[in-house]
């Protein structure tokens, strides 16, 4: 959550040359720059066509969706490309719909993450529905096998 002005909002971003055009490494590489979060294995869940490009500067572009289990967080740093420090929430999928402001769009993705959460994750079908606030020092938060395409271990 971007302290400034309230907006919930999850990493994300475009391809760089060193995601070799991985949809996965980058979701890794965003996740670790915009909130120090460290990923387990991403699944592709479909994705959301944006013909006015409101996440590409104005082109239209297909914006990719993806669920993957959060294994730590770093320390809070700055988001190399704004210079802000988020608040990072841990927070259920159709809570965080709410949060976000999506919709019925989306609320069927977020329906659709936790069924993958739930069929390839192993998480329970019925989410805790409290937010919390993840320490700014970082922490642990599901252990497990961590994706090689982008995260950093916690306090590096």
Excluded: K
Excluded at 37 to 64: F, K, M, Q, T, W
Excluded at 73 to 91: K, N, Q, T
Aim: charged share 20%; proline share 10%; aromatic share 6%.
């Amino acid at each position: 959550m971007n302290p400034r002005d309230g907006i919930c909002s999850l990493p994300g971003g475009s391809l760089e040359p060193e995601d070799a055009a991985d949809p996965a490494a980058a979701l890794a590489r965003e996740a670790s720059e915009e909130a120090q979060a460290v990923i387990g294995r991403p699944y592709y869940l479909g994705y959301l066509y944006d013909r006015v490009g409101s996440a590409n500067g104005g082109h239209e572009c297909a914006r990719v969706r993806m669920a993957a289990a959060l294994r730590a967080v770093g320390p809070s740093e700055a988001d190399p490309a704004s210079g802000r420090h988020y608040r990072r929430l841990l927070v259920a999928p159709g809570l965080a719909v709410e949060l976000l402001g999506w919709g019925a769009p989306g609320l069927r993705q977020a329906r659709a993450a936790v069924a993958a959460a739930v069929h390839w994750l192993g998480v329970p079908a019925a989410a805790n529905e409290t937010i919390e606030e993840l320490p700014v020092e970082g922490c642990t938060v599901f252990p497990g096998p961590v994706y090689p395409g982008g995260g950093r271990s916690p306090g590096r």
